[in-house]
């Protein structure tokens, strides 16, 4: 392609450190529909012939076809995706194909064929995480009434629903959906016809390119939009945010399998056994979901120390942008689809849960609460009184329900057999009515507003 200044060729290593094809044919569909509305606007605009432009077009479709037909081939020597189509275009068409470069440079060129794909990234991240959020709802709905501990510093804290736990989760997938969908607004703008940085001298209508390509209009400043990733960081942003939530509720998941868990039981599709113990029913999914989360943070690290420093335009650097979005892309992709799986088929086992809610004395919060109701007891004065409860009971060895009206009497005088109405999970979590809380009419409620979010009611 610059035989013209160049009196050598590349050493063996130079073709090696310098090819991207080996990774960025995996952009040759965006980088053929890039080139086609390019050719099509040179046409309209009088900078080619029509003849011209629609022979590149149908060479374009050839190049296509091919593609798809045989994959892309990695030929080390034509460098890149860009590369590579224009050469077997000219293979196809003959010496018209070195037209369809006019006005247009592999700068913006790559990023205008990069932002396209993750457009699509974006768009079929959104549709996954939406599924996930499907699989949420309907097992919250289930499980709106079911008690579980809930837990602050892992330690039994106060009685909360499935159902509402499983609503968090709900809740941060919104906050990424948003975060993917601004990511999208954000990287809208085509950068076609900035050409190598400058811009061009020919009379390119850069709006009619943005159009075609579906972007909301063309990029503002040449040098920043060949040089700018953001659309890619703001992408793995969102992406290791995701992942994160994901690698959250797997960690759940893997405590939850634990035996002296037990709050769930893993689906046979979704665990694997041990080679050598046969008790063994082992999370792998989540612990995978867990350490995907690990790698999606490294490729958006990655990115961000490749981009830092750069001088204004295109350096050879940014070429390395790639392979870390597709493999977060990849890595979140499979998340999403096998922790939707799980949710959707894993066992929980309520009674379990409950068990280990009623524990741990978790509705002690509930009994300094009656006192603040009843009794008209200042709250710190009843978190005290609550503490010496716990410690009687704890000291008895029973819960706080059992604790005897002469026992509560001696604790305190303003305690009677009543409160024990307060004490049972059930009375805790139907109590906590405040907006967001964990009452069954109110879990109840977040999971219709969920339903309506998601188009299901
Ligand atoms: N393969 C290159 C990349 O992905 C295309 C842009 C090359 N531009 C250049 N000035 N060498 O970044």
Redesign the pocket.
């Given at each position: 392609m610059w035989g013209g200044r160049f009196a050598e060729g590349p050493a063996a290593v130079m073709r090696e450190i310098n090819a991207?094809i080996p990774f960025?044919k995996r952009l040759w569909q965006q980088d053929i529909a890039g080139s086609r509305a390019h050719v099509a606007m040179l046409g309209a605009q009088g900078i080619v012939s029509p003849a011209d432009a629609a022979a590149i077009a149908q060479g374009l479709n050839d190049v296509a076809a091919e593609y798809e037909a045989n994959g892309v081939a990695e030929n080390l020597a034509l460098?890149?995706i860009?590369m590579a189509t224009e050469a077997r275009l000219a293979e196809l068409i003959g010496p018209t194909a070195g037209r369809l470069h006019t006005a247009r440079s592999?700068?913006d060129q790559?990023a205008t064929d990069f932002r396209l794909w993750v457009r699509d990234a974006v768009d079929q991240v959104d549709l996954g995480l939406a599924a996930f959020q499907r699989a949420l709802v309907g097992r919250a709905d289930e499980h709106a009434a079911s008690v579980m501990p809930g837990f602050t510093h892992l330690q039994v804290a106060q009685p909360v629903t499935l159902g509402h736990h499983l609503m968090a989760y709900y809740e941060m997938v919104r906050r990424d959906r948003s975060r993917f969908a601004a990511a999208r607004g954000r990287l809208n703008e085509c950068p076609l016809g900035s050409a190598a940085l400058a811009g061009t001298g020919f009379p390119i209508d850069r709006f009619a390119t943005a159009e075609a390509l579906g972007f909301d209009r063309p990029t503002a400043n040449s040098l920043d939009a060949v040089s700018d990733r953001d659309f890619a960081l703001d992408y793995l942003m969102a992406a290791a945010q995701a992942a994160l939530h994901l690698s959250r509720l797997a960690e759940e998941i893997i405590i939850w399998a634990s035996q002296p868990y037990g709050f769930v039981r893993l689906p046979d599709a979704y665990s694997t056994g041990s080679s050598i113990m046969p008790q063994k029913r082992n999370p792998d999914a989540a612990e995978l979901v867990r350490g995907h989360s690990g790698r999606i943070t490294g490729c958006l690290m990655a990115l961000m120390m490749t981009m830092k420093g750069l001088p204004l335009a295109?350096s050879?650097d940014?070429?390395n942008d790639k392979p870390p979005v597709f493999e977060a892309h990849d890595l979140l992709a499979l998340s999403i689809a096998a922790m939707t799986g799980m949710i959707e088929t894993i066992a929980f086992v309520p009674e379990r849960m409950r068990a280990a809610a009623e524990a741990g004395f978790s509705t002690a919060t509930d009994l300094a609460d009656w006192l603040v109701r009843e009794g008209g007891i200042p709250f710190r004065e009843a978190h005290h009184i609550t503490g010496a409860a716990v410690k009687r009971a704890e000291a008895d060895g029973i819960a706080l329900a059992a604790l005897s009206d002469a026992a509560l009497n001696t604790i305190d005088p303003r305690l009677d057999g009543r409160v024990r109405a307060a004490l049972t999970v059930d009375a805790s979590v139907a109590s906590r009515q405040s907006h967001g809380g964990t009452a069954p009419a109110r879990v109840r409620g977040a999971i219709a507003e969920a339903k309506q979010q998601l188009g299901l009611a």
């Open positions: 991207s960025d460098e890149d860009h592999r700068n790559v295109y050879k940014m070429q």
